[in-house]
């Protein structure tokens, strides 16, 4: 049978103690006989060499593990997220990378075909994982926002919450990030457009963010393919959002209130023809 397994790889700056500093990179690729896969997750840095690798199986051997999120915690641990078949799944590793501290799956998401996407921390260390599924508010084949908190300890589920923009939109999550007072964003894309939505820690919408916890924002003009793919958060609070459309690449900034920001390039938006966020 199939599995992926995770693994973590952390990487030493040569002369210096293991750090957390550099961006992550993931990266997938088949080991070993038969299907067996394996994913590694490295952190590097400019002449940097391998520290230490640990493979874990969140699932069991008949299904597939896939990752496709990692951050660090203010300790410098790595946690992962992803699926464990049809579950969302996360690992949190001690420093070192050469032990499990923890880890969660969870196999009661709404919906068919879940896929999680996206992770963050919370400001009291609970892990937020966030991505989509198929009919996970109403069924009408279109794909809902999902965001799970999990017991960083125990792995078990807090707090949940599926989202829909609209009757017939297809809502995918990209990017979560933590905002300073708690609170929770999910980025992504819904009917073509970018995509935001605002939740307390509990995963409660924020209905003073937007519409109702909602915004979305047509980069157009016309019916485009746009897609907000990540999220930085300003020292001020403004929120910066980097995206695909349909000639290129956009960047958005939106207030605290969820309205876009009018003082960036007069209208909160700028777009650039040609290239791509991946």
Same mark, same amino acid.
């Given at each position: ?5 995770? %693994? ?8 210096? /103690? ?43 051997? %008949? ?18 997220? #992803? ?41 009291? #260390? ?12 109403? /069924? ?50 819904? /009917? ?37 793919? /990540? ?20 960047? %958005? ?26």
């Amino acid at each position: 049978a199939a599995a992926l397994i995770l %693994a973590v790889v952390l990487l030493r700056s040569l002369g210096v /103690a293991a750090r957390t500093v550099a961006d992550s990179l993931l990266g997938r690729r088949g080991v070993g006989s038969g299907n067996v896969e394996r994913l590694e997750v490295r952190r590097l840095f400019s002449a940097g060499q391998v520290l230490s690798t640990l493979a874990t199986d969140v699932g069991s051997l %008949a299904r597939t593990d896939t990752g496709t999120a990692v951050v660090f915690d203010s300790l410098g641990r790595a946690v992962l997220s #992803g699926n464990a078949g049809n579950a969302f799944a996360f690992v949190r590793y001690n420093t070192a990378g050469t032990s499990v501290l923890s880890s969660g799956v969870d196999n009661t998401v709404p919906g068919s075909g879940p896929l999680a996407t996206a992770l963050t921390l919370g400001t009291t #260390g609970d892990v937020y994982v966030g991505g989509f599924a198929r009919n996970a508010v109403t /069924a009408t084949s279109q794909d809902d926002f999902i965001v799970r908190r999990y017991d960083p300890s125990t792995g078990a589920l807090v707090n949940a919450a599926a989202t829909r923009f609209g009757t017939t939109n297809v809502d995918q999550i990209s990017a979560l990030v933590t905002m300073s007072d708690g609170r929770i964003l999910a980025v992504g894309t819904s /009917a073509g457009n970018f995509a935001l939505a605002m939740y307390n820690a509990d995963l409660t919408l924020d209905t003073t963010f937007g519409t109702l916890g909602q915004t979305t924002t047509n980069i157009g003009p016309g019916i485009t393919a746009d897609s907000g793919i /990540a999220v930085v958060v300003q020292p001020d609070g403004e929120i910066l959002v980097a995206g695909n459309v349909n000639t290129g690449l956009a960047l %958005a900034r939106y207030g605290a209130s969820g309205a876009l920001d009018a003082s960036f390039n007069g209208t909160g938006i700028v777009s650039i023809s040609g290239g791509a966020v991946d």
